[in-house]
């Protein structure tokens, strides 16, 4: 146990669908972050929320959508995704941007059909 | 271009051997971290180093990060099944700004 929940751990979508992925974290942190990581490659940083604004979005098709309403809350909003978003996507957050821990939820296994 | 290489990629061993990961960068880091990853789960801190020569140990795994604070490698004694999983190196660089960026990963299969 971390202290980075994250709901669903499973999760099957067609493409015309729309679902959205929940982390929790209880441990005051003011970062959190959204990873992709896909089958033999790197982990793979999508998104950054510090102090509930987002700092950072690496190239992200606007088909994946975050919302951070809190600071211990971090969602993100799937909508008419690709079989190539299949995927183990992770959320962690750590004591500050630039913070030296990060800690990971235990993922969400999305398969998109 | 990866900013942390590791190798080596996979490792296949067998109970009670010895082994050494590698976590290799151009980069500076004000600390490095070391995270074990299981199938379908999310990784798992081992341990922070912050000190350049600094050594740690965890059990049957020793962590050392360089002097330069470019490189870091982990050590495992008597490798047991329990070890098996992806081992992922991390850190921030100083002078790149505030991006934490993973290693390559190192996927270690220890066979009983």
């Known amino acids: 146990e971390t202290g980075v929940t994250q709901t669903p751990r499973h999760l099957v979508m067609g493409m015309t669908n729309k679902k959205s992925l929940k982390c929790e974290q209880h441990l005051g942190h003011n970062a959190m972050y959204w990873y992709k990581q896909s089958a033999k490659k790197p982990l793979e940083l999508m998104f950054v929320?510090?102090?509930?604004?987002?700092?950072e979005n690496n190239s992200v098709p606007s088909r994946f959508s975050p919302e951070c309403p809190n600071s211990s809350h971090l969602f993100l909003h799937l909508h008419t995704l690709q079989p190539e978003d299949s995927a183990l996507y992770l959320c962690a957050s750590s004591q500050d941007r630039g913070g030296t821990e990060a800690f990971f939820g235990q993922g969400t296994r999305l398969t998109v059909v | 271009t990866q900013l942390l290489e590791q190798s080596p990629q996979f490792l296949s061993i067998q109970e009670g051997e010895n082994l050494t990961v590698y976590c290799n960068s151009s980069s500076v880091f004000s600390s490095l971290q070391w995270y074990r990853q299981e199938p379908g789960e999310g990784p798992v801190l081992l341990v922070t180093?912050?000190?350049?020569?600094e050594v740690k140990k965890l059990k049957r795994l020793t962590f050392q990060f360089g002097d330069a604070r470019k490189d870091s490698s982990l050590h495992i004694t008597a490798a047991q099944p329990g070890d098996t999983g992806l081992y992922l190196c991390a850190g921030y660089p100083i002078y790149t700004g505030n991006q934490f960026y993973f290693g390559t990963g190192t996927s270690l299969t220890v066979i009983p």
């Open positions: 180093v912050v000190t350049g020569g």
């Open positions: 929320y510090s102090l509930e604004e987002r700092v």
